[in-house]
């Protein structure tokens, strides 16, 4: 059937169709994938790097991916498989990183200096030594924190526990505390500061401080951007508004902390991992 089309549409279409043609094409030079950790799972993180994706891509002529992890063993995984091209990574993760899968650091994140890894009991416990852990249930972090998981296994090589408590967040491993699940629990000094006077009337006393100061989080490339590709993404990093790099949270001049002791603590704590669903667990 012939079918026939008013001469103002016809003529609308052939326009729409020329304006279309004489537009060029954004042809995309491959993708970047940004591995993040988002421990509350919320979209918020999706506005937080909407405007830094969006700045990327423009000026690497990129099609950006935001890729969130809910913890830090999807984040590992994530690692492993070099699916992330930029991390935005935790001092634990980032050990890993760089020791494992070649990932290298670009830029320092926000964060707390001279952050520690501490061992919380009950004010009333009788413990005062670490090694009196020696037979006790203790709460740990997740595989990939720095202060939940790989200092305090660390100091904790040559001891025997009864079981260990892998608490999803800080405040889950201080509630085991409080409601007598662990005997002790292991987190940051900050993280102690911001839970525990919410979990009262229970009072924390620390029970043992590694001397060692946490490395700042860093900003990761994965080696599969190609060489001059990173130099270039470095340079669109290092140039972005203030505001930007402040809202993603990293510094665009600032230093790359050492990782040597990092990665060393994390090797350690690597050789013992088998053992660590076992009962009773043997730290060595």
């Known amino acids: 059937m012939f079918l026939r089309f008013p001469r103002r549409l016809f003529l609308f279409n052939l326009l729409g169709l020329t304006f ?74 980032a050990a890993i990183a760089i020791a494992r899968y070649q990932y290298i650091p670009l830029f320092p994140l926000i964060g707390i200096n001279n952050l520690r890894s501490i061992f919380v009991v009950r004010k009333e416990s009788p413990i005062t030594d670490l090694k009196q852990l020696q037979g006790q249930i203790v709460a740990l972090g997740q595989l990939g924190s720095a202060t939940g998981y790989y200092f305090p296994l660390y100091n904790l090589y040559g ?45 924390f006393r620390v029970l043992f401080k590694d001397p060692h100061y946490v490395p700042l989080g860093v900003v990761l490339i994965g080696p599969n951007v190609e060489r001059n590709r990173q130099e270039f993404i470095r340079k669109v990093m ?16 600032g230093q790359v902390p050492d990782y040597k002791y990092m990665i060393s603590v994390v090797d350690r704590v690597s050789s013992i991992s088998s053992k660590l669903q076992t009962k009773p667990v043997r730290l060595f």
């Open 238 to 253: 290092s140039d972005s508004p203030s505001g930007l790099a402040q809202e993603v949270g990293y510094v665009p001049n």
């Open 159 to 203: 001891t025997t526990l009864a079981d260990i408590l892998f608490a999803p967040t800080p405040k889950a491993a201080l509630e085991s505390v409080a409601q007598g699940k662990a005997i002790a629990c292991a987190v940051s000094e900050a993280e102690l500061s911001l839970y525990g006077s919410q979990l009262a009337p229970t009072e």
């Open 20 to 93: 279309a043609a004489c537009q060029p094409r954004k042809e995309f030079e491959g993708a970047l994938t940004i591995g993040v950790i988002n421990y509350g799972g919320g979209e918020q993180i999706i506005n937080q790097y909407a405007k830094f994706n969006n700045y990327l891509g423009e000026k690497t002529n990129a099609y950006i991916q935001l890729e969130p992890a809910f913890n830090e063993n999807r984040a590992v995984e994530r690692l492993e498989a070099r699916a992330w091209s930029l991390v935005f990574a935790p001092p634990g993760l």
